[in-house]
């Protein structure tokens, strides 16, 4: 990441941006050392989030991203709750970004399956879900989604649109 964000600088950038969730993990390690700074990922998700009036989010998205603390930390730092999937949906959820999706298959049993995932966690108080991974919005989205939802590719890549444009939020 430093050595991207180091060549990224020597060709003029004002600012860096990584669309993989997953990742973001790393940068707490990278941050104070990079030479230009870094919109995260979880940070525009939870902007958007409060923008829209959520209070409690569902996090989906991979196995590794789901346990870790990149969402739960940028939720909580704006003051939102989240839920994350059980572990034995966070292994079902995995199974199919990595073995289907990331593979360009499409199955209605998987969107069955994220449906009823949201259900649950509507259930148990979550009015939006985070789509935590670049995949899961191939098959889900606010047409056949639960919950309303947040694709946090397409709201980071917009949150850079309008700090390269200097755009205030919701003008995009």
Not at 10 to 30: E, K, M, R, W
Not at 98 to 114: I, N, Q, R, S
Request: charged share 25%; net charge neutral.
């Amino acid at each position: 990441m430093l050595a991207s964000a180091n060549k990224l600088k020597a060709v003029g950038s004002d600012f860096l941006i990584c669309p993989d969730n997953t990742i973001h993990q790393a940068l707490p390690y990278i941050v104070q050392r990079s030479p230009l700074p870094w919109l995260h990922i979880a940070e525009e998700v939870a902007s958007e989030a409060v923008a829209r009036g959520f209070k409690r989010l569902a996090i989906t998205g991979t196995r590794w991203l789901v346990d870790s603390k990149v969402y739960p930390d940028a939720l909580t730092a704006q003051g939102l709750a989240y839920v994350r999937p059980t572990p034995e949906e966070r292994d079902e959820i995995s199974r199919i970004i990595m073995d289907e999706l990331v593979c360009g298959v499409f199955k209605a049993e998987a969107v069955a399956y994220f449906q009823r995932v949201y259900v649950r966690m509507k259930y148990a108080g979550c009015d939006a879900a985070v789509l935590g991974c670049t995949e899961i919005p191939l098959i889900m989205n606010d047409t056949n989604s639960p919950l309303p939802t947040l694709d946090s590719t397409r709201l980071l890549a917009r949150a850079a649109l309008r700090r390269a444009v200097a755009l205030p939020r919701g003008s995009d």
